[in-house]
């Protein structure tokens, strides 16, 4: 996983094949879903770009990380934080995978070693995930990773993991 900085945000924004190769990475071929498509976009320019610009010294909990696979080196989907973890330590994470490597196990291996890296700060007492009630896939996923259900307002579901 690969978390990227203010300059690759804006590099990724402007062309994602020329971000992949300034990292070394053969360039994707992701398919994403069309709802996820305009988060992503939304993301950018209303908390990416400017949270990594406004606390730089914490950008990772404002960034976009990249999901790699090793064995093709190639971006497969992407996870992040809705910032900074909240006063009672609760850090939320989304996610999001191609959809041609959907069923492989990758969200799962993704969502456990970034929860891992958030439970290394002391600060950090809970990961929330929201998702919504109909996406069979990720609820899976939250089940595999141990998170337990939280809250069901308006078809979308909260789940927490807590340390």
């Known amino acids: 996983m690969i978390p990227l900085t203010h300059e690759q945000l804006l590099l990724l924004k402007q062309d994602r094949k020329l971000l992949e190769l300034s990292l070394g990475l053969n360039p994707s071929a992701m398919l ?14 209303s908390f990416w770009l400017p949270n990594t610009l406004a606390f730089p010294d914490k950008y990772l909990w404002y960034t976009g990380w990249e999901i790699v696979l090793k064995s093709t080196n190639t971006v497969i989907g992407g996870m992040g934080f809705a910032g900074y973890p909240n006063d009672v330590g609760e850090a ?14 990758f969200a799962t291996e993704a969502l456990q070693l970034l929860s891992q890296w958030a439970f290394t700060h002391k600060f950090v007492k809970a990961i929330i995930v929201h998702t919504y009630a109909d996406n069979l896939p990720s609820k899976r996923i939250l089940d595999k990773c141990g998170f337990s259900l939280t809250g069901d307002e308006a078809e979308l579901l909260t789940y927490k993991l807590t340390r």
């Not at 939320?92 to 196990?105: K, L, S």
């Open 32 to 45: 994403i879903d069309p709802l996820y498509i305009k988060e992503i976009d939304d993301a950018f320019d």
């Open 92 to 105: 939320e994470i989304g996610y999001m995978i191609d959809a041609n490597q959907h069923n492989q196990g």
